[in-house]
Every structure is written in structure tokens, then in C-alpha cells.
């Protein structure tokens, strides 16, 4: 009975170090190895520049890249902004009339499978181009809270429908005191997912505008750095863009966690 | 315990019929009376659940009449209901759970308070008012959910099998701690269950039903006055257990034969 709990917080601690560990040593293994290839083959910049290349071009460009960044993050956060409100909004909508889901559904879907490779230079046609890569972002990263949401709205428990009737309930407290937070964890999950969509919307239509010109987001530095075969900055810009991608990851599941953990099965750490 | 003359609701002819063709109920009739312990005992599947939930107006009877003897209006806020699950809001505290009867009626929060830690006192969970559903034992969370159906100060409360997925130590806790708070109270009880043991130990009357549909089969006074560990073992309850076994026996027969 001498103590198990040491040597638990132990083997705790260990299997938190190769949470970081293992994917650190797998980079830094792939970015050795791509030294190595580009070194040893003599590959020069234009072609594949080495991690140290991409890493100054980095710094040196960092102000360009800087601005682009933002400009793209910007587009990225109002898109999802709106893909919340708008998803939200539309499946209490859905939610409280079968005639408007009924109505609205099919073209929510349609929406959703349209690839937006194809809608973005549409758009850029008809819409000034920050509203039509704003438009973009949207358009990708609404169907999943929407989906969502409904999901989780008609998903409450039958007794407990059943207890608010039974002392009166109005539709507004049914909706607000139960169907939302029940839908919480469905819509929380819908949201980290629109998340990535909202960035990918936001590159997507800026790639499709970036022939026309007038753009300044990260994606736009990529294709532009394409046109001028400047290949470590379109690797530098590419960088940075996974980096945006992982950070809203991140902070969408700390958000999640922050409101579901003290309730919620998926948000609970099991102790064994 | 000699008030228990008039009915505080009358169920009359009544059946149900649900979509699915399927008949629960046929020709129910029953006097809930005020102040009893009554208790509906039949198989699984007969109808007992469809019973309760018309009573509490969750349900709408095909045919039949459910008469309150203050002659209709709101009973809404007169009935307390205990779901076989404990059916508590996860997302909400113990205290915001017990809260919730009152928050739909418009009640305000910091008023209610007293009221609520007073009824959470009665069932043994003051020290848990702010802990979540999902850190509590099962039998705990049955406790809230009892809570919940006390803090109205019900006239009649409609319990649906509440302990039947509790362990056997636990139930014969919440047992015993039903019959003092029905004692304390005064209030009426209705508890629907599918053992003989449970219905006997707790009630002063049993309402045996059949089998699909459901109908009342027989009747039985249980005429204890102490309901404690002793009784559990006394020859009069083995008595009484095996009066209503018999009675369930033949109910059973009986909606097999129909
Ligand atoms: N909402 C429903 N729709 C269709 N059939 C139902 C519904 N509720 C109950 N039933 C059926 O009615 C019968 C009685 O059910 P129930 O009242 O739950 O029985 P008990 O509570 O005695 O086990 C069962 O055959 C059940 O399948
Ligand atoms: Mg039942």
C-alpha cells in the first residue's frame, strides 16, 4: 500500500511528454531529412529551398507576411462569425417551423455541396472582392453549425420535454432553458469544425481573386509568390497559414472545454 | 390515515390507443384517493407508465373521462412527476436543477433559494447544492430528482418506477426515506412499480393491473403502520408479499386469457 499515487502522476507525466515528444521528433526529423535531400542533391531555391531558406525568408519578409496574415485571419474570424450567427440562427429557425426547414433545408444543402472552387469567381463577378471572400468563407463554414445545431435542438431528452410541459413552459423557456444548452455540445463541435472551413473558404477565394489582382491575404502571397517563382516566401506564407489553421483549432477546442467540462462526458478526462 | 375518502382524481373507462395500433389501456378505473400511498403493481408493458402520464396530463386518454376533484383548471403546478431516470439537466447544477419548477413559473432566483435548500435538506443533499449531475451516484441523483418534484410542494406526486435501476442497498435507503417524507407531508403518492416487494413495503394500498391492455385487476389494503427494517422481515410483510404475488399471479393470467 506504499502510495500508488506517484508512481500514477509518474506514468501521467510521461505520457504527457510523448504527447509533445513524438510528433517534435517526427518534425524534426522530417526537416533534417529535407536539409539532407535539398543539400546532398544540390536542389536549388526556386525548385525546393531548404528550412533554413524558408525560415529567413521568413523574418526578412515578415512584414509583407505580417499584414497578409492579418488580412486573411480577419476574413477568416468575420466568416465564422457570421457562419455561427447565420447557423445558429437559421436551425432555431428550422427548429420552430417545419414549414421553413422544409423550405430552407435543401438549399442550405445545396449551398454545402457546391464546391466553392467554383462559386468564389462567380462571386468575385458580382460582389466587391473582400465581400465575395468574405461571402466564400461563409458559404463553407455555415453548413456545419447548421447542421449541427438542428441536430442538437431536436436530440433534447423526451422526459425532460416532457417535465417542461408538464409546469407550463413557454416555447421561448423550451428553447432556452432546454433545447439550447442541450444542443450545446453538437453546436460547439459544428463550430471548431467551421473553424478550419471558414480559413480554407477564406484561401480558396483568395487564390480565385488573386488573378484578378487587388488581394493582400496570406493566399494571395502564395499565388502572387507563384507568378514570381519566389518559392521560399510562397514556403514561408504556406507555413504560416498551417500555423493560423492549428492556433483557431486550438482555441476553438479551449472554448469547448471551457464550457463543457464541468458537464459534458466528451470534455471529461477519466481517471482509471 | 382516515382520511382517505374522496378521490383527488378519478380515471373513468379509460383507454388509450396509441398510432401505432397498439392498445395500453382498456376500461382503466381508479380512485386515487387524498393523503394515500397508492401504488400501481403489474408486469412490465402493461400500461402502468401510459396510466401515469395521462393522470399528469402528458397524455391524452382515447376514451375515458380523468376528473380532479377541485373540478379541472390548472393542476399544472400541483403535480410533482419522478421519471424513472433521474431526467436532471446536466448542464446545470443540483441547486439550478431543483430550481427549475420554480424558474418556469417565474420565480426569482435569489427568493427561491431558501425554499430549495430546505427541500434539498429533506433529501439528504444540502452539502451538494452546487456539484453537477454527472458527479453524483445514481441513488444521489434520484434524490435531485425527487427534489425537483417536492420543491413546488406538490399536492399529489406521480412516481414512475424511480428506483428500479438503483442497487438493492440504495433503493431500500430511498425506501425508507420516501415513506417518512410522505409521512411528513401529507401529500398523495402515487408509485408506479413492478415489484411486489417494493409496492408492499411502501403502500397502504396496491392497485394490481393486467396485462396489455391494462385494467384493474384487484386491490389490496396494506394495513402496517411502522415500515422499517423490521417490518422488511416480519412475517406480516412475508404475508402481504405473498397476498399480492398471488394477485399479480392471476392478473397476469387474466390479460393472457383475454
Ligand atoms: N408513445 C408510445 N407509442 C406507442 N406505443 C407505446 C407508447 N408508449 C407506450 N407504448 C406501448 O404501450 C404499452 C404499455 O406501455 P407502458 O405504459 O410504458 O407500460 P409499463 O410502464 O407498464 O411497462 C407497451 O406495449 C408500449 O410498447
Ligand atoms: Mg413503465
Known sequence: MSGGSPQESGRERREQ?????????????GVV???????????????????????????????????????????????LALAVIGGIGLAVLFNQSRLIEHSLYPYAVILQVTPVVAVAPLLLIYLPQQAAVLACA?????????????????????????????????????????????ALPQML??????????????????????????????????????????????????????????????????????VLHRWHESAIARET | MSDSSSPIVSLRGVGKLFGTGTLALDGLDLDVRRGEFLSLLGPSGCGKSTALRIVAGLSEPSRGTVTWSDGGGSHARDIGFVFQEPTLMPWATV?????LPLKLAGADRAAAVPRIMETLARVGLADFAEAYPRELSGGMRMRVSIARALVTAPRILLMDEPFAALDEITRFKLNDDLVALWRELRMTVVFVTHSVFESVYLSQRI?????????????????ATHRDARFRTSAEYAGYCRVA???????MNAGAAA
Open chain 1, 189 to 258: 463541435a459544428g463550430i471548431r469544425i467551421a473553424g478550419g472551413l471558414s480559413l480554407i473558404g477564406a484561401v480558396v477565394a483568395e487564390i480565385a481573386a488573386g488573378s484578378a489582382g487587388a488581394g493582400s491575404g496570406l493566399a494571395y502571397r502564395i499565388a502572387e509568390s507563384g507568378y514570381r517563382l519566389n518559392i521560399p516566401r510562397m514556403f514561408a506564407a504556406l507555413l504560416l497559414l498551417s500555423l493560423a489553421g492549428i492556433v483557431i483549432f486550438a482555441l476553438l477546442s479551449w472554448l469547448t472545454h471551457l
Open chain 1, 33 to 79: 531529412l529535407w536539409d539532407l535531400i535539398v543539400r546532398v542533391n544540390g536542389i536549388p531555391p526556386y525548385i525546393l529551398p531548404s528550412p533554413g531558406l524558408v525560415l529567413s525568408t521568413l523574418v526578412s519578409d515578415w512584414p509583407v507576411l505580417w499584414t497578409s496574415l492579418l488580412a486573411t485571419l480577419e476574413t477568416t474570424m468575420e466568416g
Open chain 2, 95 to 99: 441547486l439550478a436543477n431543483v430550481f
Open chain 1, 138 to 182: 461563409w458559404i463553407v463554414a455555415f453548413f456545419p453549425v447548421l447542421a449541427n445545431t438542428t441536430l442538437g435542438l431536436s436530440s433534447v431528452d423526451h422526459n425532460l420535454a416532457d417535465l417542461f410541459r408538464l409546469y407550463g413552459a413557454s416555447r421561448w423557456q423550451v428553447l432556452r432553458e432546454l433545447k439550447l444548452p442541450a
Open chain 2, 207 to 223: 392497485v394490481v393491473m393486467t396485462n396489455r391492455p391494462g385494467r384493474v385487476s384487484s386491490e389490496l389494503a396494506i394495513d
Open chain 1, 17 to 29: 511528454a510523448l504527447r509533445i515528444l513524438a510528433p517534435a521528433g517526427v518534425l524534426a526529423l
Open chain 2, 245 to 251: 404475488s398471488e394477485a399479480l399471479g392471476r392478473a
